[in-house]
Every structure is written in C-alpha cells, then in structure tokens.
C-alpha cells in the first residue's frame, strides 16, 4: 500500500488570521530543515499561496522546492488517493468561511486531517468565531475517532496585531477545551526584510521568532 502523508491544516473560519502565511513557513521549514516532502494543497480560489510561497522562496539560497497544486475541496480527497503517497506532509489551505457550521465543503475537508493548527488572533470577535470552528475541530475529532482514526489540534496566539496578554487569552482558550501552544508567533517580517539564508530556521529572524514555535510544533504533532 502507498505510503500515506500527514496531512496537517492550518486552519481557522476566519479569514487573514494567517493560514496561509503559517502553511507556508511551516512547509519551508519542514523541506528545509528536515528535508521532507511538502506539497501545499490550495482551496481558496483566491490562488493567494502560490504568489505568497513565490515571494517567500526568493529568501533561500536554494529553492525550498515545495509544491503548490489549487484544487477545489471536492476534489482533494481524490487527488490525495492518487497523489498522497509521493509526500511526506500536505498542509490543506482552506478559505475562509462566511458560515462556519454551514460550510460543509470545507468541514469535509478537515476530516482529511490528522493535524489541525488553529491561530487565533487576540481580539473578541475573533474569539467568538474561532469558539463555532472549534466545535466544528472537535466533533471531527471525535468522528474520525470512532472510525480508528487520530486528529490532534492545538491552537496558537498568532501575535499580529495582538493587544491582550498571551497568558489570559490561552487560559481563555483552554477553558473552551482548546489546547494552546505554549510560544505564540511573532510577527515575521520576513517577506518585508528579506535575507538571503539556506534555511528559515538560519536566519536571525527565523530563529529568533518562528525557531521555538516549530520545535513545539513538531513535538506537539509529534512529527
Ligand atoms: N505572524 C505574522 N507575521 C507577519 N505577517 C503576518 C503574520 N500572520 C499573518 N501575517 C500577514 O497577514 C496577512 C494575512 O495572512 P494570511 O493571508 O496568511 O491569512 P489567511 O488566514 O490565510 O487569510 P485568508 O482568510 O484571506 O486566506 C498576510 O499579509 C500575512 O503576510
Ligand atoms: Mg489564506
């Protein structure tokens, strides 16, 4: 049998909380650092992480080589029968969603997931929508559960923009029963600052704002 992927989303119903950005560096990180594997599926027809990955490739020495495929969600499942096994990771990209629990294309394409990360952005209305996703992870969760199948999600403080303590917006979190990574994501001016490096994890800022966040990402997901 074809070896399969883990198939991992970053994923939120809201939108520009940095899905994409996130998908992105944690795949360069994983083809870079660990020589993985990494295809990017995109199902938002906005086509926005294929322009994003080719502003962030110009950093590296050499290409980070990670594949970007734009597929509609009804056609992901197929896709990742034929293709999956050539990988070792598939980040989903999902668009932004207008109503969470009535989006099913999208709610199907989380069931694909074995790990779904969720960046959360401190301010109350995005509180608010991420608590209806976050119903939505876990019933998925316990789905694929009784189907023999695992799906871990954690959340993370994405910082941008961020105005209230790390600390009271995680116990927040967790008392909705979400997990939260311990270190938040600074805000990455890589695409604004860019350096040449062989590796994000290289570069001063890579280490410095996005290095500890990967070491947890990895540990938590168990990759
Ligand atoms: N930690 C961060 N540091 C710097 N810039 C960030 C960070 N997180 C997000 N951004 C920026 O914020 C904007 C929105 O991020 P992104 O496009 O990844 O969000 P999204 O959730 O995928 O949005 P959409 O719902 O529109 O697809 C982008 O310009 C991105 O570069
Ligand atoms: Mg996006």
New binding site residues.
């Given amino acids: 049998m074809a070896k399969k992927p883990t198939i991992i989303s970053v994923a939120n119903s809201k939108?520009g909380v940095g899905?994409?950005l996130v998908s992105i560096m944690l795949s360069v990180a994983l083809a870079k650092d660990k020589k993985k594997k990494v295809l990017i599926i995109d199902c938002?027809n906005?086509g926005?992480?294929r322009d994003m990955y080719e502003s962030e490739k110009e950093n590296y020495e050499q290409d980070p080589a990670i594949e970007v495929e734009e597929l509609t969600p009804r056609k992901v499942q197929t896709f990742l029968k034929r293709f999956g096994g050539d990988y070792d990771y598939v980040f989903i990209?999902v668009?932004?969603m207008t109503d969470a629990k009535k989006d099913n294309a999208t709610i199907m394409l989380l069931y694909n997931c074995d790990c779904i990360l969720i960046p959360v952005i401190g301010s109350e209305v995005d509180v608010l929508s991420t608590l209806d996703f976050l119903t939505i992870v876990q019933e998925a969760a316990v789905d694929k559960k009784e189907m023999g199948e695992d799906l871990k999600y954690f959340g993370f403080i994405n910082r941008r923009n961020q105005r209230k303590s790390n600390e009271e917006f995680s116990n927040f979190m967790s008392k909705q029963k979400l997990k939260m990574f311990n270190n938040s994501l600074y805000d990455l001016r890589i695409f604004t600052e860019p350096s040449f490096h062989k590796s994000l994890l290289e570069s001063a800022e890579g280490k410095r704002r996005f290095g500890e966040f990967y070491k947890e990402f990895l540990q938590k997901f168990k990759l």
Avoid: E, I, L, W
Wanted: charged fraction near 40%.
């Fill in positions: 939108g899905k994409s938002d906005q926005s992480v990209d668009p932004r």
